[in-house]
C-alpha cells in the first residue's frame, strides 16, 4: 500500500449527514479510482479519474461525487450519507495506460447509523 | 454487472497442494489480472496478462488466457498457510475501466 493513504480509516456517521473520503498518493499516477466492497458484490467501481478535473461515473455512482483539484488527491464525498452506504472503501490508481495494474490504499471502513 | 465471474467461490485444500482458481468474462479485454486480498486489507496485485498472451508465470503462480472461451485460470502451486486470503480476477475492459469479479476465498488447510 506504500505510496497510497486513504482517510480516515474509519469512520461512523449518521444517516443524511454529507461525509468525504481522501485518497493521497505520492506516486505521481494519472489515474484513480474509488471503489467500495460488500459482501456478495466484490468490488464495484464508483468514479474514477483520467487527471485533473477530468473524472467519470462508475457503476454505482448515485450518491456520491468526487473532486480531483490536484494530482494527488482525489476526494469521494456522499452528498447524504445513508445505510446502504456502510461499506468499506478503497482507492485505487494506475500509473500508465492498459497493461498496468492497480496499487491499492488499505481502505476506510464506513458505518452509516 | 459484473464482468469477471471467479469459480470457485470457495477453496480449502492442504497446504502443499496446488489451488486452482477460475474467471470468465463477457466482453472483450485488454488485458486481466489478477490480485490478491488479505483479511482486512486492500488488493494486492499479483500477474497481469495481455489479451494477446496464452500462459505466464510469476514465481508459484501460473494463469492462463482463453479469449476465445472468454475464461482464465489462476494456479498457486505448493501452495502455503501464507497464500490463505481472497483471489480476484480483473478485466481491463477496452472502454479503460477495470472491473472486478466477486473473488474466491482459498483457505490452506495445516
Known amino acids: 500500500d506504500a505510496g497510497i493513504t486513504q482517510s480516515p480509516r474509519h469512520k461512523v456517521t449518521e444517516t443524511g449527514t454529507p461525509v468525504t473520503l481522501r485518497c493521497h498518493q505520492t506516486e505521481n499516477h494519472r489515474y484513480m479510482y474509488w471503489y467500495r466492497q460488500d459482501p456478495g458484490h466484490g468490488l464495484r467501481l464508483i468514479h474514477y479519474?483520467?487527471?485533473?478535473?477530468?473524472?467519470d461515473k462508475g457503476e454505482v455512482s448515485d450518491g456520491y461525487s468526487v473532486s480531483r483539484s490536484k494530482t494527488e488527491d482525489f476526494l469521494l464525498t456522499l452528498e447524504s450519507a445513508t445505510s446502504s452506504q456502510t461499506s468499506v472503501y478503497f482507492c485505487?490508481?494506475?500509473?500508465?495506460?492498459?497493461?498496468?495494474?492497480?496499487?491499492f490504499g488499505s481502505g476506510t471502513r464506513l458505518t452509516v447509523v | 454487472s459484473q464482468q469477471g465471474e471467479e469459480d470457485p467461490q470457495a477453496l480449502s485444500i492442504q497446504e502443499g497442494e496446488n489451488a486452482t482458481m477460475n474467471c470468465s468474462y463477457k466482453?472483450?479485454?485488454?488485458?486481466l489480472q489478477w490480485y490478491r486480498q488479505n483479511s482486512g486489507r486492500g488488493l494486492v496485485h499479483l500477474i497481469l496478462?495481455?489479451?494477446?498472451?496464452r500462459e505466464k508465470h510469476s514465481g508459484r503462480l501460473r494463469v492462463t488466457l482463453d479469449t476465445s472461451k472468454k475464461s482464465s485460470s489462476l494456479l498457486i502451486t505448493a501452495s502455503r498457510a501464507a497464500d490463505t486470503a481472497s483471489y480476484f480476477c480483473a478485466t481491463d475492459r477496452e472502454d479503460d475501466k477495470i472491473i472486478f469479479g466477486k473473488g474466491t476465498r482459498l483457505h490452506i488447510l495445516p
Open positions: 466482453t472483450s479485454i485488454n488485458n
Open positions: 496478462i495481455r489479451s494477446n498472451e
Open positions: 485505487a490508481t494506475r500509473g500508465g495506460g492498459a497493461n498496468y495494474g492497480y496499487t
Open positions: 479519474s483520467y487527471g485533473v478535473k477530468d473524472t
